[in-house]
C-alpha cells in the first residue's frame, strides 16, 4: 500500500473539521475526493503533505509512519519530496521565468545540478505542451498554463504521488479542459493521484476511486459507475442531485 491514511482527525478552534478518517491508496490508483465545499477535502490534502498538523491518527507512506509525534520542518521536506501538491492558487515566483520556476525545487531541495533539473523541467514541459513557453514570466501566462507549469513543478521533484487541490476552480472554463486533460495524461503514464476536484464528469472518467466526504466523515467509498448510477447514502444522492450537470 502507498498510501495510508489511520483515525485522522482535525479541529480548528473546536470546530471538527476531519473525524476519523481512514483510507488506503494503492500504487498507480487515482482517487477522485468530492463533497460540499467546507466539507474537509482540502484540509485532508494539507494533512497529508504536512501543511497541516493533525490531531490524532496516523499516515502511512510505503508502510512508513511519516506523521511523527514530534516532526520538524527537515523531516516534512523528505516527506514533500515522494508527496508532492498542486494548488488551486498556482504559487509561482513571479519574478522567476518558468523555467527557474520548476528548477528550484530540485537544486534547493534535492542539490541536482542546474543542468540536470534543466533537462528533466524541459521533458515535462514538452509533455504539458508549453516548451515554447520555458522562458516567460507567469504574468505572460494564462491561468491554464501558469496551472500546467505549477504541475510541471509538482512533477519535477519525481513525488511517488501527486496531490491536486481543487486544480481548475480558478480558471476560466475554455481553461480547465487543458489542465485536465494533462491530469488524464499522467494517470495514464500510472502516477499515483489524489484530486480533489469539484469536476464530476472528469472524476466519473479518470478517477480508479471516489472518496465523497459530509462534514468532515466519510460517507461513501466506491467505484466510479456505481457511485454516480447508483450511491449508496442520502448524503451522496442529495449531493449529486445539487444540479443538474453535478457542479458544486
Given at each position: 500500500?502507498?498510501?495510508?491514511?489511520?483515525?485522522?482527525?482535525?479541529?480548528?478552534?473546536?470546530?471538527?473539521?476531519?473525524?476519523?478518517?481512514?483510507?488506503?491508496?494503492?500504487?498507480?490508483?487515482?482517487?477522485?475526493?468530492?463533497?460540499?465545499?467546507?466539507?474537509?477535502?482540502?484540509?485532508?490534502?494539507?494533512?497529508?503533505?504536512?501543511?497541516?498538523?493533525?490531531?490524532?491518527?496516523?499516515?502511512?507512506?510505503?508502510?512508513?509512519?511519516?506523521?511523527?509525534?514530534?516532526?520538524?520542518?527537515?523531516?516534512?521536506?523528505?516527506?514533500?519530496?515522494?508527496?508532492?501538491?498542486?494548488?488551486?492558487?498556482?504559487?509561482?515566483?513571479?519574478?522567476?521565468?518558468?523555467l527557474n520556476n520548476i528548477i528550484l525545487g530540485p537544486m534547493k531541495v534535492e542539490k541536482r545540478t542546474?543542468?540536470?533539473?534543466?533537462?528533466?523541467?524541459?521533458?515535462?514541459?514538452?509533455?504539458?505542451?508549453?516548451?515554447?513557453?520555458?522562458?516567460?514570466?507567469?504574468?505572460?501566462?494564462?491561468?491554464?498554463?501558469?496551472?500546467?507549469?505549477?504541475?510541471?513543478?509538482?512533477?519535477?521533484?519525481?513525488?511517488?504521488?501527486?496531490?491536486?487541490?481543487?486544480?481548475?476552480?480558478?480558471?476560466?472554463?475554455?481553461?480547465?479542459?487543458?489542465?485536465?486533460?494533462v491530469i488524464k495524461g499522467l494517470r495514464d503514464q500510472g502516477l499515483t493521484m489524489i484530486v480533489v476536484t469539484h469536476e464530476m464528469d472528469f472524476a466519473e472518467k479518470v478517477a480508479?476511486?471516489?472518496?465523497?466526504?459530509?462534514?468532515?466523515?466519510?460517507?461513501?467509498?466506491?467505484?466510479?459507475?456505481?457511485?454516480?448510477?447508483?450511491?449508496?447514502?442520502?448524503?451522496?444522492?442529495?449531493?449529486?442531485?445539487?444540479?443538474?450537470?453535478?457542479?458544486?
Open positions: 500500500m502507498l498510501l495510508k491514511v489511520e483515525n485522522l482527525k482535525k479541529s480548528f478552534k473546536g470546530n471538527v473539521v476531519l473525524n476519523n478518517i481512514s483510507y488506503e491508496v494503492k500504487k498507480g490508483e487515482v482517487i477522485a475526493i468530492l463533497g460540499r465545499s467546507g466539507c474537509g477535502k482540502s484540509t485532508l490534502l494539507r494533512c497529508i503533505n504536512g501543511l497541516e498538523q493533525i490531531d490524532d491518527g496516523q499516515i502511512y507512506l510505503n508502510d512508513t509512519l511519516v506523521t511523527e509525534p514530534k516532526a520538524k520542518d527537515k523531516h516534512w521536506r523528505e516527506v514533500r519530496k515522494k508527496v508532492g501538491m498542486v494548488f488551486q492558487s498556482y504559487d509561482l515566483f513571479p519574478h522567476m521565468n518558468v542546474k543542468e540536470d533539473a534543466t533537462k528533466e523541467a524541459l521533458k515535462h514541459l514538452e509533455r504539458v505542451g508549453l516548451l515554447d513557453k520555458k522562458l516567460a514570466y507567469p504574468r505572460e501566462l494564462s491561468g491554464g498554463q501558469k496551472q500546467r507549469v505549477a504541475i510541471c513543478r509538482a512533477l519535477s521533484m519525481n513525488p511517488e504521488i501527486i496531490l491536486f487541490d481543487e486544480v481548475t476552480a480558478a480558471l476560466d472554463p475554455e481553461m480547465v479542459r487543458e489542465v485536465l486533460d480508479d476511486k471516489i472518496i465523497f466526504m459530509e462534514q468532515g466523515n466519510i460517507v461513501e467509498v466506491s467505484t466510479p459507475d456505481k457511485f454516480f448510477s447508483s450511491p449508496g447514502t442520502i448524503e451522496a444522492r442529495k449531493f449529486l442531485n445539487l444540479s443538474d450537470n453535478y457542479v458544486i
